[in-house]
């Protein structure tokens, strides 16, 4: 089968002929993929440019935005997180990833390191984890104590409430993959040499204590979904679906100028975007 060049795809007028001559030369399975990936990547285009837009009247308005990613090992949020970022003006947008706790940091108030993270006027913060290490990661892992834990999870809704009346837009997602989805992102980088700094040892315990991360992620939960400071399940089984679809929701929740000006929608899908509620089917 002759495979496709660079030079091949100069030669095509349309993309209907480009379509015509893919179905020539693969198998139906194959054209479907192809069309797929087309499609994820048009719909993606379009949503960064309404996520440009979003920026803009962010920085012009003064507003502070701060968007959480949480979820499991393998969940896909640094993913995520690189699709909403990639075409943003770095001068007023920052994605933080903190590393473990100095032991200085360790001796002062939980949120101090946090809050130095937080948005300025006119700039959007992505958060890869946040402080909620300490409900879920933390306590199921032995890295905090049951004081500390417990300390915490009194004080989080009360420093949400102190962030969103001084302005602070919080969005805070949860990506929930289910175990056997897990297992075979953790087998692919395991065997890709480019990604195989990304499992831990932590990646291994992750599996084994599944049904305690389910128990505290429930706990965090049933405490700190609240009316100024939800929290939004992602399905993320699939990786493109949920980044489109994470996208759309944060430009959802704005008013920006040029809203939809893209032509796509920037209303999330329901089936894969839940505000959390006692009674939603989680995959995890």
């Known amino acids: 089968m002759h495979m496709l060049t660079q030079k091949d795809f100069s030669t095509y007028k349309s993309k209907e002929d480009f379509l015509k001559t893919v179905r ?37 308005q003064n507003r502070r935005v701060c968007v959480v990613f949480e979820g499991r090992d393998a969940a896909g949020k640094g993913g995520s997180i690189r699709r909403f970022s990639e075409h943003l003006n770095p ?50 892992m032995g890295f905090c104590s049951d004081e500390e834990y417990h300390k915490f999870m009194v004080q989080v809704p009360e420093f949400e409430h102190m962030l969103y009346e001084d302005g602070v837009d919080i969005i805070k997602f949860w990506f929930s993959i289910s175990k056997d989805e897990q297992v075979k992102r953790f087998d692919s980088r395991v065997q890709n040499p480019l990604k195989r700094w990304k499992f831990s040892e932590v990646d291994k ?3 084994k204590l599944w049904d305690r991360y389910t128990f505290y992620k429930e706990q965090m939960f049933s405490k700190t979904h609240t009316t100024f400071s939800p929290w939004i399940i992602i399905k993320t089984n699939d990786k493109k679906e949920a980044r489109l ?32 509620h006692r009674m939603v089917k989680q995959i995890d």
């Open 205 to 207: 315990e992750g599996q």
């Open 245 to 276: 679809e994470s996208i759309r929701y944060v430009l959802s929740k704005f008013d920006y100028d040029g809203k939809g000006d893209s032509g796509t929608t920037v209303l999330p899908d329901p089936n894969i975007v839940q505000r959390y």
């Open 24 to 60: 020539e030369r693969v198998s139906a399975n194959r054209v479907e993929e192809i069309l797929n990936a087309l499609r994820y990547d048009e719909e993606l285009i379009k949503l960064q440019g309404e996520l440009v837009n979003l920026q803009h009247w962010v920085a012009k």
């Open 91 to 140: 001068r007023s947008m920052r994605v933080v990833a903190l590393t473990k706790p100095t032991t200085v940091e360790r001796g002062q108030w939980y949120f101090r390191r946090y809050i130095k993270e937080m948005p300025n006027p006119g700039e959007i913060v992505f958060f890869d984890r946040s402080w909620y290490n300490r409900a879920v990661v933390e306590p199921v």
